[in-house]
């Protein structure tokens, strides 16, 4: 390994220490689909805001058991959307989602009963206190903390928080971010035809859908050349855009097209690494700009712009977001691995759950930096570390999934 080559906590480190918290902001209910909570939220009311019917029937009061075969008179009725009424002694016909009538505290299904005129009704079954009746409270309790901060709010908590008529929530700020693509082969256009020597550009769409999923938001996407000039000039974009973070692909090796490095000295950056002992990606590089802007210099194979993103560009956006450092699960590989010392390796996975419910880690066939399909069929990365050469069947690794903000989902057993 050369001297000047980190070891993989070495350079994340380094990431870690020049990321910084940012502020929080308010958030409406429409918009926060997938922001990352800033504070724990409280209700300040009941859900359900009321006692209410669990079904359509009759609501009732008595003793600790109303037996079958009782009758009672029919008062009145009450349908969702109803008022407070005021019940005496006998039934009322309630609908589902209806309030219950003061004074009763039970709900006999419509089935259950026998009705018969003028305005009576026979039970067929007994009917104990608080019967098919939802307590007001008894799904959120006022003063109860709903989410903690950190979470990344999905649907089903937008659900909870219109339920309870929270309109506007603290989240923190979006990390605002560039990506620029170099290589004078890449097409950017999936219409257009490719010429000889040329390729379709993967990483700018992969970059530009990712880093949402992440927490950020994206200001500008470009793809330049192989030229220094046009790439400062699309730097120059990036931060007039507002950019904090930039991600770049391509053009940070040792080859003579490779000019990142030196046009990042122009623009008054400060590379703080430039290589980095892992694979794929060993490369990598980390600068900082003028402003504190923060500057990933990625390589140009898939997988290695992907492990960036994952193993560095996140765990910065975890510290942005206010959120702890990502802790790996553990999972056992269903099959022997080997590997090349003295490189920690990101490996393409896929967890599955076999017939006995057990939880095993699959390390795909296609680890090379420049194959992508095995990335579409993988659903976990695993980490092997620098000092391994090789692992039994049944030995725990690192797992983590494809984004810091998504849980990996096992798959059925493997073949």
Known sequence: MSQD????DEALHIVLAASAKLGTEPCSLGA?????????????VDLPPFDN???????????????????????????AGDGVAHAGIGAWEIMTGARMP???????????????????????????????????????????TLLDAGIALQAQHLMLLAALGIANVSVAQRPRMAVICTGRELVDDPAQALAPGQIRNSNGPFLAARLPLAGAEVVHVETVGDDADAFESAMRRALNAGAKIVVTSGAVSMGRY???????ERLGAKTLFHKVAIRPGKPMLFARLPD??????????PIAVAVGLR?????????????????????????????????RFHLKSRLHIDAQGRLGVEVLDGQESYRIRPLSDANAWAVV???????PAGALVDIYGVGHLEFPLPYGSAA
């Open 5 to 8: 080559t980190l070891t993989y």
């Open 53 to 79: 019917s669990a079904m359509d029937g009759f609501a009732l009061s008595g003793g600790a058991i109303v037996p079958a075969g009782t009758e009672l008179s029919i008062e009145g009725e009450q349908a």
């Open 258 to 264: 490779d000019f990142v490095p030196q046009a990042l």
């Open 102 to 144: 003061d004074g009763l505290d039970r709900v006999i299904p419509v089935e259950q009963t026998e009705r018969f005129p003028p305005s009576r009704v026979r039970l067929l079954a007994d009917v104990a206190p608080g019967q098919n009746v939802r307590t007001a409270g008894s799904d959120v309790a006022r003063g109860e």
């Open 292 to 301: 504190d802007v923060l500057l990933f210099g990625l390589p140009g194979n």
């Open 311 to 343: 193993f560095f560009v996140e765990p910065a956006l975890r510290v942005m977001l206010g959120l702890p450092r990502e802790a790996p699960r553990r999972a056992a590989l269903i099959k022997p691995y080997s590997k090349k010392p003295r490189l």
């Open 385 to 391: 570390s620098a000092d391994i050469d090789a692992l």
């Open 32 to 44: 926060c689909l997938g922001r990352v909570l800033a504070e724990p939220l409280i209700s300040n």
